[in-house]
């Protein structure tokens, strides 16, 4: 069991530009983790900081530009518990048969500013890995929190949450962010989200 608790992790970051989906780092695997050091804290801490300013509930390694199997996240589940963590490797396991309820629900990505699309997926998921100190770890979502863990696992093996809509849906999605990417500067979240009135642009219709 390990004596570390991920509240040593989650301050002390700095924030990181955030990876858009055009970009291959979004569509490739990524490397298992192998080494449990300061390297990796240091990483982590970073994700934290900018999952934070970005408001996100997760962002994985491979959203700040990094092909490494982890990712963080600060989420509710059903019940409205919040869970805060970082999973390293994870594996996850979805209800099958009689278990298996969709729930669709609109989802967005901090990848993908600004666009959301209705997308169904399992109200359950169990996500196994090890923890920053290469302990295991075991987390079970419900909600927000399921859904979370499903999508942040998917950026992990190269999936982004726009791969599982429908052409039409999909169609709806890029229509979204390309009519709101002007308020998304390159380096966002550094630099932080414009305004519609600031920018002399249209407001959010």
Known sequence: M???????????????????WSEPVMHAPTEPVTSFDEDLHTLIRDMFATMER????????????????????????????RHVGAICNPEIELPTGR?????ASEEGCLSFPGAYESLARTDRAVCRGVDP??????????????????????????????DRLSNRSRRKLNETQERLAHLYPDDWPITPRRTSASEGQPADA
């Open 99 to 103: 278990d298996r309820r969709l729930e």
């Open 133 to 162: 100190w290469g302990e295991p770890v075991e987390v079970v979502g419900t909600g927000l929190l399921a859904r979370c863990l499903q999508h942040e696992t998917d950026h992990l093996n190269g999936i982004v949450f726009g």
């Open 2 to 20: 390990s004596q570390h608790t991920i509240d040593e992790l989650r301050s002390g970051g700095r924030v990181l530009r955030i990876a858009r």
């Open 54 to 81: 970005a408001e996100g509930v997760g962002l994985a390694a491979t959203q700040v530009g990094r092909g490494l199997a982890v990712f963080v996240y600060d989420c509710p589940d059903e019940d409205h518990h």
